[in-house]
């Protein structure tokens, strides 16, 4: 089965030119998807077929990950199912370049920017997770348990997401009487220490190498360069954020 076979033309939405050239796409997907399959590989349960419980495992989140990218799926499992298996670390190699290409063919075709794929797979995570998003691109994201709202940020903050991530958050909280405390752990707040404490968070640079062993264990693939950052810990009471300068200016 080929891209021409199933006649995909750019989405009309899109302009003509992809802003990355197919190359560049390849060589940035190339880390993520090398990881994905390498964790689906090492969860193949002894005496299984390889493939197909490959195959299985990437079937079964058609409706998650390819909801309205059927065609695209349908390609991915048929290179997979045609691909030779020789040895396991062959077999890893060969899927992990078909995958790769076939995804920067894919949105090279339809014109979808790194940006924008990074944006969806931000948005669909947390929806998974069941969190929060509060903005429009999934850069920041809230997560509620206990008496605690703590807020995810997963990449550099700008102006205009901060205010729309605070206001949404203010949303949560003025409706949720038991959150008592906003936190947050990023190498963002390390990185802007006296901004955050400016705005009236009590800012403290996590040293625990036990914490940070935690923290660089679960970042995810757009975080990983920044697993050797400094990071820090912003904590609020849910009075002093209800009384804060930045509340008080988007409520004007």
Known sequence: MKFKDLDIKPLENRSETNPETEAEIVRQLKPFFESKIKEILLNVPENTDRKQFIIKQITASREVWFTGMEDLLDIILAKIESTPYTTDSEFEVNITHEVVNIFAKYMTVHNISLEEARRKFRLTTIEQNKDIPLDKDGITYCSLYEDIAEVHITKGLIATTWTEAVSNLLEIVSRDEKIKFIKMKSWVVADKLSFF????????????EKELAIIQANLDESMREKADAPWAEATMSREDFLNSKIVKRISK
Do not use: K, S
């Not at 404490?197 to 625990?208: A, E, K, P, Q, S």
């Open 197 to 208: 404490r400016g705005l009236g968070f009590n800012v403290n640079i996590i040293t625990d």
